[in-house]
């Protein structure tokens, strides 16, 4: 069943992020439609997506990858269009291409080097017109990317490895953003430079976290 059809995980997408005070144009929501249809019926570049996943691909992947855009958001729309941000190992596309899809006034860069999932990205990216959006083709060390606002990824590596590759290529000021597990990044709550916030998702048991840290050095 097409996720344009599938009022189930409709509804559990559009409650999550109402619960956060979050309300999507009808265009914006076709569009993470349109590319979770993507993402879940495409199989030419590989295996994207368990067969498990694939069944609620709106309420987990969809709500987990717009979790930045729901809390950092409405700080993001005040801005120009200056903003740049990259997702490292960026894979199928997630949190990427929702974060662009609900972000357009934000500069993005999918950064990936597995060349199947970065001739897929690319097909994504221009079947769904998303202009600013950028498939970078590379590992992020060697992308040349630098000087960024934002840099994120989601269950990429640990927190330390994660922020330890994305520090160089952050301007001071600028912020590193991740999508883990509460209960792998635990360890973290008295660290002052870490910003912890806890989140669920629809019908998932255990407890996530959005984790930020600013370049301060």
């Known amino acids: ?25 009808e265009e914006t929501l076709d569009k993470l439609y349109q590319f979770a249809d993507l993402v879940v019926d495409t ?22 990858s717009l979790v930045p855009f729901v809390f950092l958001g409405k700080t993001l729309s005040t801005q120009d269009d200056t903003v740049r941000w990259a997702d490292m190992g960026a894979g199928a596309g997630c949190p990427v291409f929702p974060l662009a899809i609900a972000m357009p006034n934000v500069q993005f860069y999918a950064v990936e080097p597995r060349h199947m999932r970065v001739n897929f990205m690319q097909m994504v ?8 959006l950028t498939v970078v083709g590379k590992r992020f060390e060697t992308s040349g990317l630098t000087d960024l606002d934002f840099i994120s990824c989601r269950a ?3 927190f330390e490895n994660d922020w330890e ?53």
């Open 43 to 64: 199989k030419e570049y590989g295996n994207l997506i368990s067969a498990k996943d694939s069944e609620k691909f709106l309420s987990r992947h969809i709500a987990d």
């Open 156 to 158: 990429l590596s640990t």
């Open 165 to 217: 590759r994305a520090q160089a290529g952050l301007k001071r000021g600028g912020v590193f953003v991740t999508l883990k597990s509460f209960n792998n990044i635990a360890h973290l709550e008295n660290d002052p430079k870490v910003h912890i916030q806890k989140y669920e998702l629809p019908e998932e048991e255990q407890v996530y976290a959005l984790v930020t840290r600013g370049n301060n050095e």
């Open 1 to 25: 069943m097409s996720y344009r059809t599938n009022k189930a995980q409709q509804d559990l997408l559009n409650q999550f992020l109402s619960g956060h005070g979050v309300q999507l144009s």
């Open 125 to 132: 990216k221009e079947k769904l017109h998303l202009d600013n």
